[in-house]
């Protein structure tokens, strides 16, 4: 089946702008910042929604309302053609860390960061200056996006990063801030004491407008921090710098880590707000063994269908946390409270599972013996707090697992709130619905995304055959590039997650 036939299968869709119809962005000219200050406007205000005419046919996976309304669409001309350079509008000018700062100064607490964040991340890993700085600026949300040294910014990765940075920080006068933590790969550069080094690697690994939101570690600095931990590579220990990032700037409550290969349908802000509300309202009440499963909308219908059959199954035998329950009234323990740690796929039990790193766990008094988790891509949510209990097991235990288990196994351990949630994922592939659950959730009950061999993990065997290599959230495959590459020439389609996107 040729793409284009692919894709008039996956969204039928054949609205015009005579029978469409429209409403306009929840960000308004009242809260909204923009990128240059005065009467140059950058058109923010704009961005209107269409009503979306047919509907996903292949929603596998997920509840297609949980980043939104699925009813409506954000074309991608509404969002990214503004901010693509043209003649009178060069975007490369704007300095987006500067407009952040200057954007939150108006009615928010975000602290403006007057003083300059290179020199607030090179200070000493215990500096005072660092607390005393950022007293009473707590109860912000950081966006850091993870980049190596040697990413290529093209024209249409640029017009990405300018619309997301506008819709989360300036659209919404500084509820988020968005920053670049860049990965140096050559691991003998002395970032930390050697200041024309460091000058020297930024000019030559970010864009000028990014430069002033952009923060460079290597292994060398992970080195130094946790020098009881064995592995630095970034591969497997994908949290250190986002750990040393939680210490040094702690008015963040919360740090959204995100890939440079990852892409929003809708718009950024509205998609991670609607996640965050999601996770706020679950139930502590078997919650670890709904985070075990892939929610199939098509046999469950709704969410909360799902929620009651996984309670029958269980009763009140799930884990809870570092409490037991005892009366009905627990069953309500969580609703309202922020999660520690929000992921979007499955956080499983790895033993039993020919996980390729199903044994991999270090500095552990029980060893393989430990409860542990996992959830595949390290694109989540956590909090402060849960990244500094990693930070002290890392840096005085030299406690350490990889990348897509340390979260995971750290909120299990410390019994903080942890929420999976239910993106919609499709495959370009039709599925039946039972069939497809006999394939991704065939653990067991407390785990049943994960089980022998599940084909989303990575085996010691290699990549399992499955489904997942048409996803649309993923590790490999061209799925979530099709789609987006569908969405760039026009097609609309709800909001949904794409990973991975290469864009040249």
């Not at 954007?103 to 003083?115: D, G, Q, V, Y």
């Not at 919650?287 to 046999?299: D, K, T």
């Not at 949630?421 to 039946?432: D, K, L, R, S």
């Not at 590790?475 to 020439?489: E, H, L």
Request: proline fraction near 5%; charged fraction near 25%.
């Amino acid at each position: 089946m040729g793409k284009s036939n692919v894709f008039d299968q996956l969204y039928r869709s054949s609205f015009s702008s005579s029978s469409s119809l429209f409403r306009t962005s929840p960000t308004s000219a009242a809260t909204a910042c923009q990128a240059w200050p005065g009467p140059q406007v950058s058109g923010s205000e704009q961005l209107s929604y269409e009503r979306c005419q047919g509907r996903i046919n292949l929603t596998a996976i997920g509840d297609p309302h949980v980043l939104g309304d699925p009813e409506w669409c954000l074309p991608a001309a509404s969002r990214l053609n503004q901010y693509q350079s043209s003649p009178g509008r060069n975007w490369s000018e704007v300095r987006w860390g500067q407009s952040q700062r200057r954007c939150a100064t108006r009615e928010h607490k975000l602290s403006p960061l007057e003083n300059d964040i290179r020199r607030i991340w090179r200070l000493p890993a215990d500096s005072e200056e660092v607390t005393a700085a950022l007293e009473g600026n707590k109860g912000s949300v950081a966006i850091v996006l993870r980049a190596w040294d040697n990413y290529e910014y093209t024209e249409r990765s640029l017009s990405w990063l300018r619309t997301l940075i506008a819709e989360v920080s300036l659209q919404h006068r500084g509820r988020y801030q968005v920053f670049f933590l860049v990965n140096v790969k050559d691991p003998d550069i002395r970032l930390e004491e050697d200041d024309v080094a460091y000058e020297q690697a930024m000019l030559e690994s970010v864009p000028e407008e990014f430069r002033d939101m952009a923060i460079l570690f290597n292994e060398r600095t992970l080195k130094a921090w946790y020098p009881l931990v064995k592995e630095h590579r970034v591969q497997h220990q994908m949290y250190q710098a986002l750990q040393i990032f939680s210490r040094k700037f702690q008015q963040f409550d919360h740090i959204w880590q995100l890939e440079m290969d990852l892409r929003f349908t809708s718009h950024v802000h509205d998609t991670l707000e609607s996640a965050a509300t999601f996770a706020r309202a679950q139930s502590r009440r078997n919650l670890w063994e709904r985070n075990g499963r892939f929610y199939i909308p098509r046999l469950h219908n709704t969410y909360k269908n799902f929620t009651a059959a996984v309670d029958a199954e269980m009763g009140d035998w799930g884990v809870w946390g570092p409490m037991k329950p005892h009366s009905r009234a627990m069953r309500d323990w969580g609703v309202g409270e922020d999660a520690d740690l929000i992921s979007f796929m499955p956080m499983i039990d790895p033993v039993g599972t020919n996980w390729i790193y199903e044994n991999n766990i270090n500095g552990f008094a029980d060893g393989a013996e430990t409860p542990r988790r996992v959830a595949i891509v390290s694109i989540t949510r956590s909090s402060r707090r849960l990244l500094h209990l990693i930070d002290e097991a890392q840096r005085e235990r030299g406690q350490w697992l990889v990348s897509e288990a340390t979260l995971e196994t750290f909120a299990l351990l410390h019994g903080l709130k942890a929420v999976t949630v239910p993106q919609p994922i499709y495959f370009t592939q039709e599925i039946g619905a039972e069939e497809l659950d006999a394939e991704v959730n065939k653990g067991p009950l407390y785990s049943k995304a994960g089980g022998e061999m599940p084909s989303m993990l990575y085996s010691k065997k290699g990549w399992l055959p499955g489904s997942w290599w048409k996803a649309s959230y993923w590790f490999t495959g061209n799925g979530a590039q099709d789609i987006w590459k569908a969405y760039v020439d026009g097609q609309s389609f709800p909001p949904m997650l794409l990973h991975p996107v290469k864009e040249t």
